[in-house]
Each structure stands twice: as structure tokens, then as C-alpha cells.
């Protein structure tokens, strides 16, 4: 009788002269796990013993841990190379979120002269398009000569991180729509009976005749665009909050 292992093969393609009971993969084995003596030593007797016949062996298989080694590196070298482009994209584009933008301003100290120079500068925050800081009031947005007394540093970081959340009192933007179709956004900067003076983002005064109106509404959203903090970096956005934080009346 025989006893036939589980990992015993049949034998149909077994070649001539092998007993099928003999002719199972070395490697399926238990022997093979177990046995101290390394499988190249064993003595091969035919071809069909082997798992793979040599034929079907192509170069690359017979150093089998070339390929996964050089995958491993391409990944190493990608995962660096894309790290770091990550790092330079966030110091261009700044995809921080307002999150990290908050907690950084509350966290470090600004540089308030590098702040004043980025509020003034009309490539970046171009805060300066809409607001003025010597109390004349004649920009679209409120004069922030005292905003350091008026918030703390905290409510300051809001204004700019959500700019919708609180509007400041006088600033809210109306929309009026014409009798001849055409549409405007801005803050009531002068009225009287017979017009409005409203002046947009762009900082443009349009004067509009009440008889002209035909619908007026305030918005809830502030004329003050979000995401203005996208064009600064962490610290250029503490400079930024610091100079705010110092203009205090004395
Ligand atoms: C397109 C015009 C515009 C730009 C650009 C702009 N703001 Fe404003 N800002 C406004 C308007 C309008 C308000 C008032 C409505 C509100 O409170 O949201 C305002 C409100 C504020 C307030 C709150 C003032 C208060 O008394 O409540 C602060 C602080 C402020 N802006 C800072 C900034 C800073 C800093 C920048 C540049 C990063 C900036 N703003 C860019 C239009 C603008």
C-alpha cells in the first residue's frame, strides 16, 4: 500500500524512469524546510524535480532579489525626490491650512517691519489695495490705524483667516442691481437722497442714482477675500499679524 503526502505530485508529466511517488517539488516538501542540508546541494537527479525547469529560467529569475531591490530604490529615490518637491511647493503655494496658519501666528513671533513691508506690497496680501493705516478711511475696507486696540492678537488672526465671520460694522458689501442690468458689489462709502457712492475690491468709486435701482441688498459675505494667507508663507503670515498686533494708538 501506498501512502501518498499531501504534497506528493502525480507523476502524469513525470519523465520516464522516475517513479511518480518520487517526483514532488523539493521545495513543497517539509524536508525542504527542515533538512539543515541547502537545497543547491541536494542531488537532482532529473529535470522534472525542479519546481522550475532551467529552460524556463531567464536571467533575471535566477537573481531573484534583484528586482525588488531596484523597485525599493526607484520608490526611495521617487518618495525623496516628491518629499522635497512637496516641501519647496508649500513654501511657494502654501497649502497649509488655515489651521496651521493660526496655530503657527499664535505660537511664534512676528518680525513687525517685514509685516508692514508685506501689507504695503501689492504682489503678495495686498492688504494696502483696501485698507489705509494713517486714519483717512479711503480705501474699500476699514482704516486699521488701531486695530491693535481694537482686537487681540487672536481676533486679528480671525479677521483675515475668515474674513465672513464678523464683518465690521459699516463694511458690509451691498449689491445693487440697475434698471439697465448691470451689477455691483461694494461698500456704501457716501449716500445721500438722490445717489450711492459704492466702492468695489479694485478700489473704483461708482456713483448710481437711486432712481436708477432696481434691487439693493447687504451681503453676508465680507468684500475682504478669503485665503489671502495662501500668498504668504507660515512666517510671513506672523510678520504680517505682528505689525497688525502693533499699530495702537499711543
Ligand atoms: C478687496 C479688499 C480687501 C483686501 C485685499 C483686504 N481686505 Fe481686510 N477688509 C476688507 C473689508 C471690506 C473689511 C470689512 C468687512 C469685514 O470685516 O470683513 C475688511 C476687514 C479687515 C479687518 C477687520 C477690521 C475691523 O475693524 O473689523 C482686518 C484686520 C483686515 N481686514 C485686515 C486685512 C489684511 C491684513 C489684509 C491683507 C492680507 C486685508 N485685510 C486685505 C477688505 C479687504
Known sequence: ?????????????????????????????????????????????????????????????????????????????????????????????????PEQYRRFALLHEGDVLRGKELFADQQSAACSKCHTTDATAGKAGPDLFAVGDKFGRHDIIETILSPSATIAEGYSSTMVETKSGEDYTGIIKQATDGWIELMGADGRRVRIATAEIQKRRTSEISLMPEGLQAGLTLQEFTDLIEYLVSLKQP
Open 1 to 97: 500500500m501506498s501512502v501518498r503526502l499531501p504534497y506528493e505530485r502525480t507523476g502524469a508529466k513525470a519523465q520516464s524512469g522516475f517513479q511518480a511517488s518520487r517526483v514532488f517539488h523539493v521545495s513543497s516538501s517539509p524536508a525542504y524546510f527542515l533538512s539543515p542540508r541547502p537545497l543547491a546541494r541536494r542531488k537532482i537527479q532529473h529535470e522534472s524535480q525542479l519546481r522550475y525547469p532551467m529552460k524556463k529560467i531567464g536571467k533575471r529569475s535566477r537573481t531573484p532579489l534583484l528586482a525588488p531591490c531596484v523597485a525599493f530604490c526607484f520608490l526611495l529615490v521617487n518618495a525623496l525626490v516628491l518629499s522635497d518637491r512637496g516641501q519647496t511647493a508649500n513654501a511657494e503655494t502654501n497649502s497649509a491650512t
